[in-house]
């Protein structure tokens, strides 16, 4: 069946520690989004890609870094500088102006 | 800028009553498009419906309808009869096709159904 797995679905960082979300998708979908959700502050985008090898910033990229290197797989880092990482991140795939399908989210928590 | 205002942060409806999930957005592209999802409480964003900028016909499926106001800048969502299944988070988002097809989301409503 096709569309987006995310893993790990729970991950426990510490202090100062860079940790890496993965997000696979096997839709052939061009487009992928990575977004943040914090209670009461809905969905926010910390980068996007519409193409391989290129992406772009959203709204909170600071402390995040991304690569798209193959079209199925868009990972996201979270690095020591992102100060309160503690958040559930949502991947998403799109294909051209359709809808967006979600895969099932990572739930960071800092130790 | 572009921004997506859900300015219901929580609605709490008894079943079987009809509730209206209000979203506003700003932006100055002339070609865009809106959506609505459910969050059930797994976190699995779920697709509901999509509509462009340049189709402002309202749309019903099932007990679900939506009515989109380019005047108001406005895409309203309303559940008839409502069940305790229908008790989500639901998020209005605008997709910028001239900029890169940036999806930005709104803060999101809690809906809660109780029977």
């Known amino acids: 069946d096709g569309g987006i797995t995310q893993s790990p679905k729970y991950l426990f960082r510490k202090e100062g520690q860079n940790v890496t979300l993965s997000c696979e998708q096997n839709?052939?979908?061009?487009?992928m989004y990575w977004y943040r959700q914090d209670p009461g502050q809905g969905l926010r985008l910390i980068y996007y890609?519409?193409?391989?090898?290129?992406?772009q910033k959203g709204d909170i990229a600071e402390g995040y870094s991304v690569s798209r290197e193959k079209k199925e797989s868009f990972p996201l880092t979270v690095t020591s500088a992102q100060k309160n990482p503690t958040a559930f991140y949502l991947c998403?795939?799109?294909?051209?102006?359709?809808?967006?399908?979600f895969g099932q989210g990572t739930r960071l928590t800092v130790v | 800028a572009q921004k997506v205002t859900q300015a219901q942060t929580e609605i709490s409806v008894v079943e079987k009553e009809d509730v209206t999930l209000d979203c506003v957005y700003e932006?100055?592209?002339?070609?865009?498009?809106l959506f609505w999802y459910k969050q059930p409480p797994s976190g699995e964003l779920v697709f509901l419906i999509r509509?462009?900028?340049?189709?402002?016909q309202n749309e019903i499926s099932g007990r679900y309808s939506w009515n989109f106001q380019k005047s108001t800048s406005s895409f309203n969502f309303t559940i008839t009869a409502s069940q305790v299944v229908d008790s989500a988070v639901y998020f209005c988002?605008?997709?910028?096709?001239?900029?890169?097809?940036?999806?930005?989301f709104g803060a999101g409503t809690i809906l809660r159904v109780k029977s």
């Open positions: 998403a795939s799109t294909r051209g102006q359709h809808e967006a399908f």
């Open positions: 839709l052939n979908h061009d487009a």
């Open positions: 890609s519409q193409i391989v090898n290129d992406f």
């Open positions: 932006t100055r592209d002339t070609t865009y498009y």
């Open positions: 509509r462009n900028s340049f189709d402002e």
């Open positions: 988002a605008l997709r910028r096709v001239e900029y890169g097809n940036k999806l930005v």
